[in-house]
């Protein structure tokens, strides 16, 4: 045993090889108490020299000396042992003399390990095969074997690999059975040496069953799955070349794919039942059955190709109209009108072979939802009187005027505060909640700091700095020190429990509250500056004077603070003699509300006789001062913006608050910048709730690259802008129109909800909006497809004359230069064309009758092009509410 310790502390994997093969399972237990303890002291600090050299003998000396089936696969899996772990040889070596069932149940245990405890494949195959179990079909093990067929490089194809595999047909079973691909789905590659290629060939050759795989492969891309199934599953059926009557066995499995799967299945199940269909082994039932399905999908280029197939097969048996028209009809729904104008070519082709009256209207029905010009169209083609509709007054839809939320009380009970303190650092996502939690734990503390940290207790105890060696704990003193700025907002709530735990030293805290981060000259630290400064300033206080409540705590979800509610926890500082925290008390100056009526609370303000009451009087006295001067700047394709000074953010604020009322300059984004995380963002409108043109300001760059670049996440800051105070002005437009831009649609959509809630309360300016649309589009800034999305979002909801009062304005700037350089000007027509569709959208459900200029001159080009057709069809949609 001794000898075992020694050969372990040192790191010798030979030697302990060598000592167990000599030990009796008696000794080897005897060993586990030292061998725990060993690997306990080395687990503090695992990626350190020492524990890396002696990890692999502990590893290999643990499996061994554990005699039950769970506790050595469990050892030999664990999470602190994948540092420096034993070879599987070693570990093999190690296992050698145990009986064949012990054997299978340590195989089967580690296959059942999640994928993530990354258990070498060599390991598990060489245990089933020394025992002679079956393979275990789990994705650890499938998974394990395709990296290890990849691995394998003698010279040999992917084909001879596999050949030689003595599990091959239940692991290629188990393959399609394979929970999800990501992660190895690269592996399998293309080509000739691909496996695809591999498993058609080993078909072919009569290795693996053709009806098994052929079944299996349709079955598994029946199933859906990760975003690789396609790209592996797909071309194997297409290499193992179905003939016609697999193809007729499976029509109904055709159908479905070409219904609900990814695009590329889609489309191969959509070319095999054309195929089908144009050699008469559907029937039209079959036929309608599959369209039905393809024609409600949002793929335009497999909805025109089924319209396509339906005009052939109508061509072909033009006694199928009663069930091939209803169905093609079904297609006047859709959002693109030249899909709908195909669909309704195809009716006028083919209506006067529509034998029954339920057939014609079914299709009259359904040409309810064309425009008034293709409903017409519709009505003669199928021999129907149009009847004439009485004009009905086009009402706008908005969604509520967002009303803010008053903030809940702190909860009275510890234990309710520990679960909520819990909650907020699994999902930092919620504002409201974390300043709620900052002022809990403020009052908490002050009240009775033993009971709040005895509530703590499960959540420290999960933190990463609570577990931190006492000889490690520079490494917290180091992150806590305020050497940078915050990474996130858990960083601040983390700063107030480790200052609670004791874990910091108020010299530390002292340092970083009297200096803060490092000056960074970027456009942010305006804004991070003042919301860290409050966090630093109270964890000092917590360690050294405890404050009884916050004054910065915001009355509203929007950040606001009612200026009497400020009064009286300025009143509870007085009675306490309690000192006021400079930047606590700065950021609720720049909360607190000065919109009337401040000026009883001011009579209260002075009449506390602080220096802060005369100084709260004084600042909801003065009147609001004016908005700074702007100027616009360019850098490449983009638009930015030049703010002038602010004085009255300066005078008598702490130094971290003063650069809110300085400049803002464009070259500031030339400089690195730390706060790249977006939910750290999120907190900033409630620095400035009451002035949110200065928050957009600096959030103008951001903004910019989520619509040129692949920034995500930018446009989440703009829903509480929208919903805060203050004058929505040019940075707010214009961070607007860069959000309606964006290049993801999660950013997007958050600006879509932004400019709804702007126009629900009356504070969007659609002028402004849509001339900075049309500058943006025009320099290439944002590209018009995502813009048409956007404003095709927006207007599903009910806001049509919202979006056609931005887009008659942001349009002329953009067919300016289409009518005078044609479609291979500045701006592309591929993204225009969409832009119109939603504009003529817009102005056909709203009645618009605004005049478009540079909009006839296109309109009257010749051509066919998806540009010209959408600048026809607004031009007549307005010219028809204009003659009306």
């Known amino acids: 045993m001794n000898t075992l310790m020694e050969a372990v502390r040192a790191g010798r994997s030979a030697e302990v090889v060598y000592v167990l093969g000599g030990m009796p399972d008696a000794e080897r237990r005897a060993c586990l108490p030292e061998l725990q303890a060993l690997r306990k002291k080395l687990r503090a600090a695992p990626w350190e020299g020492t524990a890396r050299r002696v990890h692999p003998a502990l590893h290999a000396a643990g499996a061994a000396c554990h005699t039950g089936a769970a506790a050595a696969a469990s050892w030999i899996a664990a999470a602190d042992m994948r540092w420096s772990p034993a070879s599987p040889k070693v570990l093999l070596r190690v296992l050698e003399g145990r009986d ?63 050949r030689g595999e003595p599990d091959l047909v239940p692991l290629v079973a188990a393959l399609f059975d394979l929970g999800d ?51 592996v599953f797909l071309p194997l059926l297409v290499r193992l070349e179905l003939t016609r009557d697999e193809q007729c066995a499976r029509t109904a499995d055709w159908t479905a794919l070409a219904r609900d799967a990814v695009s590329p299945v889609a489309s191969h199940a959509q070319s095999v039942l054309a195929a089908l269909a144009l050699d008469g082994e559907l029937t039209p039932r079959q036929l309608a059955e599959a369209s039905e399905g393809v024609l409600f999908r949002a793929e335009k280029k497999l909805v025109r190709t089924q319209l396509v197939l339906l005009g052939k097969a109508l061509s072909r048996d033009p006694s199928a109209a009663a069930e091939l028209l209803p169905v093609a009809a079904q297609v006047f729904g859709h959002e693109d009108s030249q899909v709908q104008e195909r669909a309704l070519k195809l009716v006028e082709r083919h209506a006067k072979r529509l034998g029954t009256a339920i057939a014609r209207g079914e299709i009259a029905q359904q040409a309810e939802q064309l425009s008034p010009a293709l409903r017409g169209r519709a009505m003669r083609a199928l021999g129907i009187a149009e009847i004439r509709r009485a004009p009905t007054v086009y009402e706008e839809v908005l969604p509520p005027v967002p009303a803010p939320v008053r903030l809940a009380p702190v909860p009275e009970s510890a234990v309710e505060l520990a679960e909520e303190t819990g909650a907020l650092l699994a999902s930092d996502d919620d504002v409201t909640a974390y300043e709620r939690t900052v002022d809990g734990l403020v009052r908490h503390a002050y009240r009775d700091r033993e009971a709040l940290l005895e509530a703590l207790e499960p959540v420290i105890e999960r933190r990463w700095w609570d577990t931190v060696a006492a000889e490690h704990r520079h490494h917290t003193e180091s992150y806590f020190s305020a050497r940078q700025g915050f990474p996130d907002a858990q960083y601040g709530l983390d700063l107030l429990l480790v200052t609670l735990r004791g874990k910091v030293s108020t010299a530390t805290l002292h340092t970083a509250a009297l200096h803060g981060a490092a000056d960074c000259p970027c456009v942010h630290s305006a804004l991070s500056r003042p919301f860290e400064a409050r966090l630093r300033e109270v964890a000092h206080r917590l360690r050294t004077d405890p404050l009884p409540l916050l004054l910065s705590t915001p009355t509203w979800s929007t950040g606001a603070i009612e200026p009497d509610e400020l009064v009286d926890r300025l009143d509870a500082y007085r009675r306490l003699g309690v000192r006021v925290s ?33 100084r709260l009087a004084r600042w909801l006295s003065s009147p609001d001062p004016a908005l700074p001067t702007y100027r616009r700047a360019t850098a490449g394709a983009r638009i930015l913006l030049e703010v002038g000074e602010l004085p009255l953010l300066q005078e008598g604020f702490p130094p971290a608050f003063q650069r809110l009322g300085r400049p803002v300059t464009s070259s ?18 409630a620095v400035l709730p009451e002035r949110r043109e200065l928050v957009a300001a600096r959030l103008v760059q951001d903004l910019s690259r989520a619509a040129t670049g692949d920034t995500r996440g930018p446009a989440g800051v703009l829903p509480p802008l929208a919903e805060s105070g203050g004058e929505a002005g040019e940075s707010v437009h ?88 044609g479609p291979a000007g500045t701006v592309p027509a591929r993204g225009l064309g969409d832009l119109l569709a939603v504009a003529a959208d817009c102005a056909e459900r709203t009645g618009a009758c605004d005049p478009v ?4 001159r296109l309109a009257t080009r010749r051509g066919s092009s998806r540009l010209i057709g959408e600048a026809r069809r607004l031009r007549g949609a307005l010219a028809a509410e204009a003659a009306a």
């Open 100 to 162: 064949n069932g012990w054997l299978a149940d340590v195989a089967n245990r580690l296959a059942r390990r999640p994928v993530t405890a990354a258990v070498p494949y060599e390991l598990m195959c060489g245990l089933v095969h020394r025992s002679g179990c079956d393979v275990p079909a789990t994705d650890a093990y499938v998974r394990g074997w395709v990296g290890h067929i990849a691995a394998t490089w003698r010279g040999e194809s992917v084909v001879e690999r596999l």
């Open 181 to 231: 691909l990501r992660g190895i789905g690269w592996m399998f590659g293309a080509g000739p040496d691909s496996w695809q290629h591999a498993l058609a060939e080993l078909t072919r050759a009569g290795t693996l069953d053709r009806r098994t795989m052929v079944d299996a492969c349709v079955a598994r891309l029946l199933r859906g799955g990760g975003p690789t199934d396609h790209r």
């Open 582 to 614: 400079q930047a606590d008390f700065a950021q609720a100056l720049l909360r607190v509300r000065r919109t009337e009526p401040a000026a009883p609370a001011a009579e209260r303000a002075a009449a506390l006789g602080t220096p802060e009451g005369t």
């Open 668 to 685: 500031g984004e030339r400089w690195y910048c730390s706060h790249w995380n977006q939910d750290l963002h999120l907190h900033w409108p």
């Open 734 to 821: 214009l961070c607007l129109a860069y959000g309606l831009g964006a290049r993801h649609a999660e950013d997007r959509l958050a600006a879509v909800d932004a400019l709804l809630v702007l126009a629900a309360r009356g504070q969007l300016d659609p002028a402004r909006l849509g001339a900075d649309l049309g500058q943006l589009v025009r320099r290439g800034a944002v590209k018009p497809v995502r813009l048409a999305e956007a404003a095709r979002s927006a207007a599903a909801t009910g806001a049509n004359a919202t979006i056609w009062s931005i887009l008659r304005h942001a349009l002329p700037v953009l067919l300016s230069d289409l009518a005078t350089s």
């Open 853 to 856: 200029p540079h909009l006839d």
